[in-house]
C-alpha cells in the first residue's frame, strides 16, 4: 500500500481545504483516502494548480507531447505504478485505438473515446514542484499520465517545463 503524504488530522479536513494547504501526496492515495476517484480529487486541487480540458484534445494534446523529446510516462493502478522514459511516438487512429509505435520503448494502443477529461496539473510532489498531462477515463480514473522530465540533478528540464506551459495555454 502506498504511503500518502499528509497528516493524519488531514482526513478529517474537507477535501478541498486539505489540498488548498498541502497540495502534495500521491493523488491514488488521497483519492482512496477520502473515497472518491482520482479525477475528483484533480478537481479539488487549488485552480492554480490545476487546467481541465475536454478527453477530445487526446490527438492533439499527444501530438504536441512527441515533441518535447524524453518524457516519463507513467500508468498508475492499485496494483502497479509503471514509469518509463523516452520520446513518444506520434500516433493514430486504427480498429478503435489511438495507437502509438516507433523507436521508443512507449508503444501501445489507447482506447481514446475513454477518455473523458486531461487535466495540467502543476503541484508539489515529494516536496519538490512537477507538471503532469494527466488523461481520466469515465470512471474518473487515470489511463496514463505524461511528467515533465528531470535532469540527472533532479530539476524539471526547463524546455520542457515552457512546452508544458505553452501546450496549456493553448487550449
Known amino acids: 500500500m502506498g504511503t500518502a503524504i499528509h497528516q493524519r488530522e488531514d482526513v478529517f479536513m474537507p477535501l478541498g481545504q486539505r489540498l488548498a494547504a498541502n497540495a502534495d501526496g500521491v493523488l491514488e492515495d488521497i483519492a482512496r483516502t477520502y473515497c ?3 479525477l475528483d480529487v484533480v478537481h479539488a486541487l487549488p485552480e492554480e ?18 515533441d518535447w523529446g ?8 492499485s496494483d502497479l505504478v509503471l514509469e518509463c522514459e523516452g520520446p513518444l511516438p506520434r500516433g493514430s487512429y486504427g480498429r478503435g485505438y489511438f495507437n502509438i509505435h516507433g523507436e ?11 477518455c473523458r477529461e486531461i487535466a495540467f496539473v502543476s503541484r508539489p510532489f515529494m516536496g519538490r514542484q512537477s507538471h503532469s498531462i494527466q488523461f481520466f477515463n469515465f470512471d474518473g480514473d487515470a489511463m496514463f499520465k505524461i511528467f515533465v522530465r528531470r535532469d540527472e540533478t533532479r530539476n ?9 506551459e505553452a501546450l496549456k495555454a493553448s487550449l
Open 104 to 114: 521508443s520503448p512507449i508503444g501501445g494502443h489507447i482506447r481514446a473515446s475513454r
Open 156 to 164: 524539471l528540464v526547463a524546455d520542457q517545463v515552457a512546452r508544458f
Open 36 to 38: 472518491v476517484s482520482t
Open 49 to 66: 494548480n490545476r487546467k481541465i480540458v475536454m478527453g477530445d484534445q487526446l490527438e492533439a494534446i499527444l501530438d504536441a507531447v512527441a
Open 70 to 77: 524524453p518524457i516519463l510516462f507513467i500508468v498508475h493502478t
